[in-house]
Protein backbone atom coordinates (compact mmCIF):
# COMPACT_ATOMS: atom_id res chain seq x y z
CA UNK A 1 0.00 0.00 0.00
CA UNK A 2 1.49 3.47 -0.70
CA UNK A 3 1.32 5.79 1.92
CA UNK A 4 0.60 9.46 1.23
CA UNK A 5 3.63 11.75 1.36
CA UNK A 6 3.44 13.92 3.67
CA UNK A 7 4.94 17.66 2.97
CA UNK A 8 7.87 18.96 5.28
CA UNK A 9 6.80 21.72 7.48
CA UNK A 10 9.14 24.57 7.84
CA UNK A 11 9.93 27.47 9.32
CA UNK A 12 11.70 30.54 7.80
CA UNK A 13 12.87 33.16 10.61
CA UNK A 14 13.82 37.49 9.86
CA UNK A 15 13.42 40.08 12.04
CA UNK A 16 12.40 42.82 8.86
CA UNK A 17 9.85 41.83 6.24
CA UNK A 18 7.78 43.31 3.75
CA UNK A 19 6.74 46.46 3.12
CA UNK A 20 10.44 47.25 4.30
CA UNK A 21 12.68 46.02 1.29
CA UNK A 22 16.43 44.98 1.70
CA UNK A 23 18.39 41.32 0.14
CA UNK A 24 17.49 39.79 2.86
CA UNK A 25 13.62 40.27 2.77
CA UNK A 26 14.01 39.13 -0.86
CA UNK A 27 15.91 35.89 -0.21
CA UNK A 28 13.52 34.73 2.40
CA UNK A 29 10.74 35.95 -0.05
CA UNK A 30 12.29 33.57 -2.71
CA UNK A 31 12.90 30.55 -0.69
CA UNK A 32 9.40 30.66 1.26
CA UNK A 33 8.24 30.62 -2.87
CA UNK A 34 10.47 28.29 -4.13
CA UNK A 35 9.44 25.84 -1.08
CA UNK A 36 5.81 26.27 -0.72
CA UNK A 37 6.10 24.16 -3.88
CA UNK A 38 5.96 21.14 -2.10
CA UNK A 39 6.19 22.26 1.49
CA UNK A 40 4.44 23.54 4.04
CA UNK A 41 6.14 26.90 4.76
CA UNK A 42 4.99 29.50 7.67
CA UNK A 43 7.59 33.13 7.90
CA UNK A 44 7.57 34.45 11.35
CA UNK A 45 8.83 38.28 10.91
CA UNK A 46 8.23 41.24 12.39
CA UNK A 47 4.59 43.15 10.85
CA UNK A 48 1.92 45.89 11.23
CA UNK A 49 -0.99 47.11 10.01
CA UNK A 50 0.45 47.35 6.87
CA UNK A 51 1.98 44.26 6.62
CA UNK A 52 -0.59 42.17 7.63
CA UNK A 53 -2.70 43.64 4.06
CA UNK A 54 0.06 41.86 2.00
CA UNK A 55 -0.66 38.91 0.18
CA UNK A 56 1.80 35.44 -0.07
CA UNK A 57 1.73 32.51 -1.68
CA UNK A 58 2.51 31.05 1.97
CA UNK A 59 1.93 31.33 5.68
CA UNK A 60 2.99 34.20 7.88
CA UNK A 61 3.12 35.08 11.76
CA UNK A 62 3.58 38.55 12.32
CA UNK A 63 5.21 39.60 15.86
CA UNK A 64 5.18 42.93 17.08
CA UNK A 65 7.10 45.71 16.14
CA UNK A 66 8.48 49.33 17.37
CA UNK A 67 10.20 51.88 16.25
CA UNK A 68 12.91 53.54 17.69
CA UNK A 69 15.01 56.74 17.21
CA UNK A 70 18.56 56.28 15.10
CA UNK A 71 17.09 52.97 13.64
CA UNK A 72 15.98 52.95 9.76
CA UNK A 73 13.84 49.83 10.30
CA UNK A 74 11.08 49.14 12.67
CA UNK A 75 12.15 46.68 15.56
CA UNK A 76 10.41 43.31 16.29
CA UNK A 77 9.46 42.91 19.97
CA UNK A 78 9.13 39.07 20.68
CA UNK A 79 9.52 40.02 24.45
CA UNK A 80 6.24 42.17 24.35
CA UNK A 81 4.32 39.64 22.02
CA UNK A 82 3.22 36.55 23.85
CA UNK A 83 0.86 35.78 21.26
CA UNK A 84 3.66 35.55 18.97
CA UNK A 85 6.07 33.65 21.21
CA UNK A 86 3.14 31.04 21.55
CA UNK A 87 2.42 30.50 17.74
CA UNK A 88 6.19 29.88 17.31
CA UNK A 89 6.66 27.73 20.32
CA UNK A 90 3.71 25.52 19.37
CA UNK A 91 4.49 25.76 15.23
CA UNK A 92 3.70 22.40 13.95
CA UNK A 93 7.35 22.74 12.18
CA UNK A 94 10.48 19.84 11.48
CA UNK A 95 12.69 22.59 10.84
CA UNK A 96 13.96 26.20 11.58
CA UNK A 97 15.85 28.26 9.29
CA UNK A 98 16.86 31.92 10.78
CA UNK A 99 17.84 34.75 8.71
CA UNK A 100 18.81 36.94 11.17
CA UNK A 101 21.01 36.38 14.76
CA UNK A 102 18.67 38.91 16.08
CA UNK A 103 15.67 39.66 17.83
CA UNK A 104 12.76 36.94 16.53
CA UNK A 105 15.55 34.55 15.25
CA UNK A 106 17.33 34.12 18.68
CA UNK A 107 14.09 33.74 19.95
CA UNK A 108 13.46 30.56 17.32
CA UNK A 109 17.41 29.43 17.53
CA UNK A 110 16.18 28.25 21.75
CA UNK A 111 12.55 27.36 20.78
CA UNK A 112 14.32 24.91 18.32
CA UNK A 113 17.17 23.86 20.56
CA UNK A 114 14.17 23.06 23.17
CA UNK A 115 12.04 21.00 20.94
CA UNK A 116 14.88 18.94 19.43
CA UNK A 117 13.84 20.26 15.81
CA UNK A 118 17.34 21.11 13.67
CA UNK A 119 17.71 24.69 13.16
CA UNK A 120 20.21 26.33 10.27
CA UNK A 121 21.09 30.19 10.11
CA UNK A 122 22.14 32.12 7.15
CA UNK A 123 24.83 34.53 7.42
CA UNK A 124 23.78 37.04 4.96
CA UNK A 125 25.67 40.20 6.11
CA UNK A 126 29.18 41.27 7.75
CA UNK A 127 27.81 42.06 10.92
CA UNK A 128 31.24 43.53 12.40
CA UNK A 129 30.74 46.44 9.97
CA UNK A 130 27.34 47.28 11.46
CA UNK A 131 28.04 46.98 14.94
CA UNK A 132 31.29 48.97 14.32
CA UNK A 133 29.37 51.69 12.65
CA UNK A 134 26.91 52.05 15.41
CA UNK A 135 29.24 51.94 18.78
CA UNK A 136 32.72 53.48 17.32
CA UNK A 137 34.23 51.27 19.48
CA UNK A 138 36.08 48.08 18.15
CA UNK A 139 36.34 46.37 21.55
CA UNK A 140 32.62 46.91 21.92
CA UNK A 141 31.49 45.82 18.57
CA UNK A 142 33.66 42.45 19.16
CA UNK A 143 32.03 41.69 22.84
CA UNK A 144 28.10 42.42 20.75
CA UNK A 145 29.41 40.32 18.05
CA UNK A 146 30.56 37.51 19.75
CA UNK A 147 27.50 37.84 22.72
CA UNK A 148 24.40 38.71 20.72
CA UNK A 149 25.32 36.57 17.09
CA UNK A 150 27.87 34.19 17.39
CA UNK A 151 26.66 32.56 20.15
CA UNK A 152 23.51 32.08 17.84
CA UNK A 153 24.49 30.56 15.06
CA UNK A 154 26.75 28.56 17.78
CA UNK A 155 23.37 26.84 18.42
CA UNK A 156 23.14 26.34 15.00
CA UNK A 157 23.04 22.37 13.30
CA UNK A 158 24.28 23.91 10.21
CA UNK A 159 25.04 27.02 9.22
CA UNK A 160 24.98 28.78 5.66
CA UNK A 161 26.89 31.56 4.23
CA UNK A 162 25.70 33.47 1.25
CA UNK A 163 29.56 33.01 -0.30
CA UNK A 164 32.79 31.63 -0.46
CA UNK A 165 34.12 34.97 0.97
CA UNK A 166 31.33 35.09 3.68
CA UNK A 167 31.92 31.56 5.10
CA UNK A 168 35.60 32.66 5.32
CA UNK A 169 35.23 35.84 7.26
CA UNK A 170 32.68 33.54 9.50
CA UNK A 171 34.87 30.99 10.31
CA UNK A 172 38.37 32.60 10.61
CA UNK A 173 37.23 35.91 11.49
CA UNK A 174 34.11 35.71 13.99
CA UNK A 175 35.01 32.37 15.11
CA UNK A 176 31.62 30.79 14.50
CA UNK A 177 32.21 26.67 15.71
CA UNK A 178 29.15 25.25 13.77
CA UNK A 179 29.65 24.25 10.30
CA UNK A 180 29.49 26.82 7.86
CA UNK A 181 28.54 25.85 4.25
CA UNK A 182 28.00 27.62 1.08
CA UNK A 183 24.77 28.34 -0.36
CA UNK A 184 25.06 31.04 -2.94
CA UNK A 185 21.96 33.64 -3.70
CA UNK A 186 19.85 32.92 -6.75
CA UNK A 187 17.53 35.46 -9.09
CA UNK A 188 14.32 34.93 -10.43
CA UNK A 189 14.86 37.10 -13.32
CA UNK A 190 15.37 35.20 -16.73
CA UNK A 191 16.71 36.20 -20.13
CA UNK A 192 14.42 39.15 -22.01
CA UNK A 193 13.25 36.88 -25.16
CA UNK A 194 12.45 40.97 -26.97
CA UNK A 195 16.02 41.62 -25.62
CA UNK A 196 16.65 44.47 -28.78
CA UNK A 197 13.47 45.46 -28.24
CA UNK A 198 13.81 46.57 -24.77
CA UNK A 199 16.96 48.30 -25.37
CA UNK A 200 15.46 50.61 -27.82
CA UNK A 201 12.70 51.06 -25.35
CA UNK A 202 14.54 52.32 -22.53
CA UNK A 203 16.62 54.80 -24.79
CA UNK A 204 13.40 56.08 -26.03
CA UNK A 205 12.73 56.82 -22.83
CA UNK A 206 15.53 58.70 -21.34
CA UNK A 207 16.89 60.31 -24.64
CA UNK A 208 19.96 57.70 -24.42
CA UNK A 209 21.95 57.15 -28.04
CA UNK A 210 21.87 53.80 -29.58
CA UNK A 211 25.67 53.84 -29.70
CA UNK A 212 25.98 55.28 -25.82
CA UNK A 213 27.11 53.07 -22.90
CA UNK A 214 25.17 53.03 -20.34
CA UNK A 215 26.68 52.54 -16.75
CA UNK A 216 24.21 50.88 -14.17
CA UNK A 217 23.90 50.95 -10.31
CA UNK A 218 21.06 49.68 -8.17
CA UNK A 219 20.30 50.15 -5.06
CA UNK A 220 19.96 52.27 -2.07
CA UNK A 221 21.55 55.63 -2.45
CA UNK A 222 23.62 55.46 0.38
CA UNK A 223 27.00 56.66 0.63
CA UNK A 224 28.20 52.98 2.46
CA UNK A 225 27.66 51.46 -1.35
CA UNK A 226 30.11 53.47 -2.58
CA UNK A 227 28.00 55.64 -4.79
CA UNK A 228 30.22 59.08 -4.77
CA UNK A 229 33.21 56.68 -5.37
CA UNK A 230 31.36 55.75 -8.87
CA UNK A 231 30.42 58.89 -9.35
CA UNK A 232 34.10 60.87 -9.38
CA UNK A 233 35.00 58.10 -11.45
CA UNK A 234 32.19 58.44 -13.85
CA UNK A 235 33.64 61.92 -14.21
CA UNK A 236 37.03 61.18 -14.61
CA UNK A 237 36.49 58.68 -17.13
CA UNK A 238 34.31 62.02 -19.01
CA UNK A 239 37.43 63.59 -19.36
CA UNK A 240 39.22 61.43 -21.17
CA UNK A 241 36.48 59.72 -23.32
CA UNK A 242 32.51 60.77 -23.67
CA UNK A 243 29.77 58.74 -24.89
CA UNK A 244 28.92 57.30 -21.54
CA UNK A 245 25.80 57.64 -19.58
CA UNK A 246 25.32 56.61 -15.79
CA UNK A 247 22.28 55.45 -14.58
CA UNK A 248 21.16 54.98 -10.94
CA UNK A 249 18.21 53.01 -10.35
CA UNK A 250 16.91 53.22 -6.76
CA UNK A 251 16.06 55.82 -4.01
CA UNK A 252 17.85 56.61 -0.53
CA UNK A 253 19.00 58.84 2.31
CA UNK A 254 22.16 59.80 0.21
CA UNK A 255 20.39 60.72 -3.03
CA UNK A 256 20.37 64.69 -2.60
CA UNK A 257 24.19 64.83 -1.69
CA UNK A 258 24.60 62.53 -4.85
CA UNK A 259 22.88 64.99 -6.67
CA UNK A 260 24.93 67.99 -5.58
CA UNK A 261 27.89 65.89 -5.71
CA UNK A 262 26.88 65.34 -9.49
CA UNK A 263 26.36 68.95 -9.92
CA UNK A 264 29.53 69.88 -8.50
CA UNK A 265 31.88 67.73 -11.05
CA UNK A 266 29.76 69.06 -14.03
CA UNK A 267 28.29 66.18 -15.49
CA UNK A 268 24.60 66.04 -14.53
CA UNK A 269 23.44 65.78 -17.79
CA UNK A 270 25.30 62.34 -17.99
CA UNK A 271 23.52 60.85 -15.38
CA UNK A 272 19.97 59.74 -15.06
CA UNK A 273 17.78 58.95 -11.88
CA UNK A 274 15.03 56.77 -12.38
CA UNK A 275 13.59 56.19 -9.00
CA UNK A 276 12.80 53.05 -7.78
CA UNK A 277 11.22 50.72 -9.94
CA UNK A 278 9.06 47.73 -8.42
CA UNK A 279 8.21 45.64 -11.32
CA UNK A 280 10.41 42.78 -12.35
CA UNK A 281 9.89 43.29 -16.00
CA UNK A 282 11.09 46.68 -15.87
CA UNK A 283 13.96 45.96 -14.47
CA UNK A 284 14.78 43.68 -16.65
CA UNK A 285 14.44 45.81 -19.35
CA UNK A 286 16.65 48.28 -17.55
CA UNK A 287 19.67 45.56 -17.02
CA UNK A 288 19.25 44.77 -20.43
CA UNK A 289 19.48 48.54 -21.98
CA UNK A 290 22.99 48.65 -19.47
CA UNK A 291 26.64 47.65 -20.91
CA UNK A 292 28.17 47.33 -17.69
CA UNK A 293 26.90 47.28 -14.25
CA UNK A 294 28.67 49.18 -11.89
CA UNK A 295 28.67 48.21 -8.33
CA UNK A 296 31.69 49.31 -6.57
CA UNK A 297 30.48 48.60 -2.96
CA UNK A 298 32.70 47.39 -0.23
CA UNK A 299 29.99 47.00 2.54
CA UNK A 300 27.31 44.19 0.52
CA UNK A 301 28.27 40.44 1.31
CA UNK A 302 26.26 38.96 -1.76
CA UNK A 303 24.46 41.11 -3.65
CA UNK A 304 21.33 40.50 -5.49
CA UNK A 305 21.63 43.01 -7.95
CA UNK A 306 24.54 41.57 -9.58
CA UNK A 307 23.40 38.19 -9.89
CA UNK A 308 20.43 40.03 -11.83
CA UNK A 309 22.22 41.86 -14.53
CA UNK A 310 24.04 38.72 -14.67
CA UNK A 311 20.50 37.19 -16.08
CA UNK A 312 20.42 40.27 -18.87
CA UNK A 313 23.80 39.48 -20.02
CA UNK A 314 25.07 42.71 -18.61
CA UNK A 315 28.80 41.45 -16.45
CA UNK A 316 29.21 43.94 -13.24
CA UNK A 317 32.43 45.64 -12.49
CA UNK A 318 33.33 45.24 -8.97
CA UNK A 319 36.02 46.19 -6.46
CA UNK A 320 39.06 43.74 -5.98
CA UNK A 321 38.68 42.40 -2.58
CA UNK A 322 34.71 43.00 -2.14
CA UNK A 323 33.42 40.05 -0.48
CA UNK A 324 30.69 40.19 -3.23
CA UNK A 325 33.18 40.12 -5.83
CA UNK A 326 34.46 36.81 -4.85
CA UNK A 327 31.98 34.79 -6.89
CA UNK A 328 33.27 36.84 -10.02
CA UNK A 329 36.28 35.99 -12.26
CA UNK A 330 37.96 38.69 -13.43
CA UNK A 331 38.19 39.12 -17.63
CA UNK A 332 35.98 35.27 -17.44
CA UNK A 333 32.46 36.70 -16.59
CA UNK A 334 33.16 40.02 -15.16
CA UNK A 335 35.57 42.38 -13.93
CA UNK A 336 37.52 43.31 -11.16
CA UNK A 337 39.32 46.71 -10.20
CA UNK A 338 41.70 48.29 -7.50
CA UNK A 339 39.72 50.25 -5.26
CA UNK A 340 41.06 54.10 -7.28
CA UNK A 341 39.04 56.20 -8.92
CA UNK A 342 41.24 56.25 -11.64
CA UNK A 343 41.98 52.48 -11.99
CA UNK A 344 37.92 52.04 -12.06
CA UNK A 345 37.60 54.54 -15.21
CA UNK A 346 40.78 53.23 -16.45
CA UNK A 347 38.77 49.68 -16.41
CA UNK A 348 36.33 50.93 -18.06
CA UNK A 349 38.10 52.57 -20.86
CA UNK A 350 39.25 49.31 -20.97
CA UNK A 351 36.37 46.59 -21.00
CA UNK A 352 34.82 48.56 -23.97
CA UNK A 353 38.12 49.00 -26.11
CA UNK A 354 37.95 45.23 -26.84
CA UNK A 355 33.83 44.90 -27.98
CA UNK A 356 34.03 41.23 -28.80
CA UNK A 357 36.02 40.01 -25.83
CA UNK A 358 33.36 42.38 -23.60
CA UNK A 359 30.39 40.27 -25.58
CA UNK A 360 31.78 36.91 -24.69
CA UNK A 361 32.19 37.60 -20.61
CA UNK A 362 28.97 39.29 -21.19
CA UNK A 363 27.58 35.53 -22.45
CA UNK A 364 29.11 34.07 -19.54
CA UNK A 365 28.00 35.93 -17.19
CA UNK A 366 24.66 35.12 -18.19
CA UNK A 367 25.72 31.22 -18.14
CA UNK A 368 27.84 31.28 -15.06
CA UNK A 369 26.56 33.95 -12.43
CA UNK A 370 22.50 33.70 -13.02
CA UNK A 371 21.22 31.06 -11.21
CA UNK A 372 17.69 30.43 -10.29
CA UNK A 373 16.22 30.56 -6.97
CA UNK A 374 14.70 26.92 -8.03
CA UNK A 375 18.06 25.56 -8.33
CA UNK A 376 19.55 27.47 -4.86
CA UNK A 377 16.79 26.42 -2.60
CA UNK A 378 16.11 23.31 -3.82
CA UNK A 379 20.09 22.30 -2.14
CA UNK A 380 19.03 23.84 0.76
CA UNK A 381 15.72 21.95 0.64
CA UNK A 382 18.22 18.63 0.43
CA UNK A 383 19.67 20.11 3.22
CA UNK A 384 16.58 19.98 5.56
CA UNK A 385 15.54 16.55 4.80
CA UNK A 386 18.57 15.11 6.03
CA UNK A 387 18.72 17.20 9.26
CA UNK A 388 15.82 16.43 9.59
CA UNK A 389 16.55 12.51 9.36
CA UNK A 390 19.48 12.61 11.33
CA UNK A 391 17.32 13.77 14.27
CA UNK A 392 14.89 11.09 13.60
CA UNK A 393 11.91 13.22 12.78
CA UNK A 394 11.59 11.17 9.28
CA UNK A 395 9.20 12.50 6.82
CA UNK A 396 8.12 11.17 3.30
CA UNK A 397 8.25 14.41 1.17
CA UNK A 398 9.76 13.40 -2.01
CA UNK A 399 12.52 15.44 -3.49
CA UNK A 400 11.85 18.72 -5.61
CA UNK A 401 12.94 16.77 -8.55
CA UNK A 402 10.27 13.83 -8.32
CA UNK A 403 7.38 16.39 -7.34
CA UNK A 404 8.35 18.27 -10.84
CA UNK A 405 8.29 15.11 -12.63
CA UNK A 406 4.85 13.72 -11.27
CA UNK A 407 3.13 17.41 -11.54
CA UNK A 408 1.88 16.55 -7.60
CA UNK A 409 3.47 15.84 -3.79
Request: glycine residues 6%.
Amino acid sequence: MNETPEKLKIGLVIDTFYPMVDGVVIVVDNYAKQLSKYADVTVFCAGNRRSKKMEHPYKVVYCKEVKLPGFDYPIPAPAFDPAFRKALREADLDVIHIHSPFMIGKYAAHVAKKRGIPLIGTVHSQYYQDLYKATHNKRFARFLLKRHIVSVYDLCDQCLAVNKSIQNLAVEDYGIQRPVAVANNGTDLTLLENYEDAREEINERYGIGKDERVLLFVGRLNRIKNIFFLVDAFARLLEKEDGYRLMFVGTGQDEEALRRRIRHLGVTERVIFTGKITSREEMKKHYARADLFTFPSLYDASSLVQIEAASQKTPALLLRGARTACTVTDGVDGYLSEADIDAYAEKIREIFAGPERHARISDAAQRDLAVSWEKTVGESYALYRRLTEEAGRPVLTPTPEKIHETGTV
